[in-house]
């Protein structure tokens, strides 16, 4: 499975952007596709995410603000941020997996930062 993330970028407290994760390859077999934020000196946490049957999960401090959606013709998982907050600032990488015990696929990173 290969994973190729776009979107991101710079925004104001309060604005919206959008991040899209493309899989190509196996993915037919993938029954999960998360986003994660990592920022300086910290482990990658988990924003969103995606099970099939198509069952979002979200952390709670994006609930409600951030919206996770998958287009199935394209294989592309889209996550929306609205209401963006400095605290969303980081790098947003994609996560693919094929089973509870895998493998597992990462995207490259995509910067988000959330500035006045």
């Known amino acids: 499975v290969q994973l190729q993330a776009s979107g991101g970028g710079l925004a104001q407290p309060g604005g919206s952007l959008r991040l899209s994760c493309a899989a190509s390859?196996?993915?037919?077999?993938?029954?999960?596709m998360s986003w994660f934020r990592q920022t300086t000196g910290s482990s990658r946490e988990l924003v969103a995410g995606?099970?099939?049957?198509?069952?979002?999960f979200y952390d709670g401090s994006v609930q409600g603000r951030f919206t996770i959606s998958r287009d199935t013709t394209k294989h592309t998982v889209t996550l929306q941020m609205t209401n963006l907050k400095p605290e969303d600032t980081g790098t947003y990488y994609c996560h693919a997996s094929l089973g509870v015990a895998g493998p597992y696929y990462w995207g490259q990173g995509t910067q988000v930062t959330v500035s006045s």
């Open positions: 995606l099970t099939v049957p198509f069952t979002p």
């Open positions: 390859g196996r993915f037919n077999q993938i029954d999960r």
